[in-house]
Structures are given as C-alpha cells and as structure tokens.
C-alpha cells in the first residue's frame, strides 16, 4: 500500500466550478499535510500547508484535513482558467522530516 | 515567499558526458536540500537528502557513485550526473528547508535532462 493515494484524474471543470482535490494516507504519525500546485515544466509552489487536523482558508482555497479519517482535501472556489495545473498533495511527520508525494492530479478548467 | 533557484533548467548532451545541476535558496539558508527526480505523469521521487557540511544521505536504489551531492554552503547544494547515459533523462528538482523557521520545503523550477 503506498503511504500516499491521490486519483491522478485527469480533471476537467468550467470556470467558476468549485473544485474539490482529495488524498488519503495510511501512515497516522503524519502530522503536515502540503499542497502543492505544478505547472507543466516547472516545479512545485506551495499553496498551502496545515497542522494537525482542521481547516486553513487563503482566498479562493480552502484546505482541510481529517486525521481521524486520514483524508485530506483542496478545494478551489470560483476556479480560473489559470489554476490549470497538476495538484500534489504532501505529508510529513515533520516539516523536517521526507515529504511522502501523492501522484497528483492534473485539473483544467475550461473558459 | 521564498525562492529557489535551480540551474540549469534544460540540459541536452551524449552519454557519457557528466551533468552539473545547481541549486540555491535565494533569501534564506538552508542546512537541508533535497533531490528528487519525477519521471511524465508521475510523482516526485526522493533520491537523496542534502545537509550542509556532511554527506548526503540516498535513498534505497540511488547510487551516490552516479549522482555525486556537494552542499559546500547554506545556501548552495550540486547535484553532478557521472557519464550520463540515456536512462538517466529525466525531470530533476531541488528543494530547500528555511532552517529559520518550521516552513516546508520550497521547490526550484526543476532541470530538463535528455541524454542522447
């Protein structure tokens, strides 16, 4: 079982679509929970990150995480034609500690 | 926020040639790096940790004769290819840890390796 699962889509949505990316994780001790944005032939940006359990909200995303359910998500208000891009999720037990990637998932919004 | 900068982004040569990747934090120091290798719709593979001032550590089937790792500074870690052959193409990305803070890490934009 891999430690991180991410469906890798491909996602397809019209402008203006809220947009909800998932991860789930197998290894309990994770306690960040990352995601990053990659556009194709560049590296990851960090979106977003939380600790522990909750939600964390930075403008048009929204970022939960559900330890007891070990489920993590990303949703993306009033999505844009610019927020076409391949979606990571990451978890550590530590921000110092190896990162654990899911495979990502590529989303296009449409005008 | 913070930068990464990683050099070069595109590299295409014959094999055998060896290969110098650089990669620096521009506003902050760094004690750790990391080196990944992401292969067309897959996820990022870690192949080894960079600490200042000591060896690197690499991951379960990365071989540090053939991915050389020097992180002579706070802010600078190389990884160099050694006789590079066609297997070894791929996307490569550095990431840094800001020492200074509990941040995760942030990525360069990745070099493109083609060995003919």
């Known amino acids: 079982q891999k430690e991180v699962e991410q469906d890798p889509g491909p996602l397809s949505v019209p402008e203006g679509a809220i947009v909800s990316l998932n991860c789930t994780y197998s290894?309990?001790?994770?306690?960040?929970f990352m995601w990053y944005r990659q556009y194709s032939r560049k590296g990851p940006e960090l979106l977003m990150y939380t600790y522990s359990s909750g939600n964390k909200e930075d403008g048009r995303f929204t970022a939960q995480v559900d330890k007891s359910s070990k489920y993590i998500s990303l949703f993306i208000r009033d999505s844009q034609p610019s927020d076409s891009a391949t979606y990571l999720c990451?978890?550590?037990?530590?921000?110092?500690?190896?990162?654990?990637f899911g495979t990502g998932t590529s989303l296009t919004v449409i005008p | 926020g913070a930068v990464v900068s990683q050099h070069p982004s595109r590299v295409i040569c014959k094999s055998g040639t060896s290969v110098k990747i650089e990669c620096r934090s521009l506003d902050f120091q760094a004690t750790t790096m990391f080196w990944y290798r992401q292969f067309p719709k897959q996820s990022l593979m870690l192949m080894a940790t960079?600490?200042?001032?000591?060896?690197?550590?690499?991951e379960q089937g990365v071989e540090k004769d053939k991915f050389l790792i020097n992180h002579a500074s706070l802010t600078l870690s190389t990884l160099t290819v050694t006789s590079a052959h066609p297997e070894d193409s791929s996307f490569y990305i550095c990431?840094?840890?800001?020492?200074?803070?509990?941040?995760?890490?942030?990525f360069g934009d990745g070099t493109r390796l083609s060995i003919l």
């Open positions: 990451a978890m550590s037990q530590g921000t110092g500690n190896q990162f654990y």
């Open positions: 990431s840094a840890r800001d020492r200074g803070g509990n941040q995760p890490q942030h």
């Open positions: 960079s600490n200042e001032g000591s060896k690197a550590t690499y």
């Open positions: 290894n309990s001790a994770f306690q960040y």
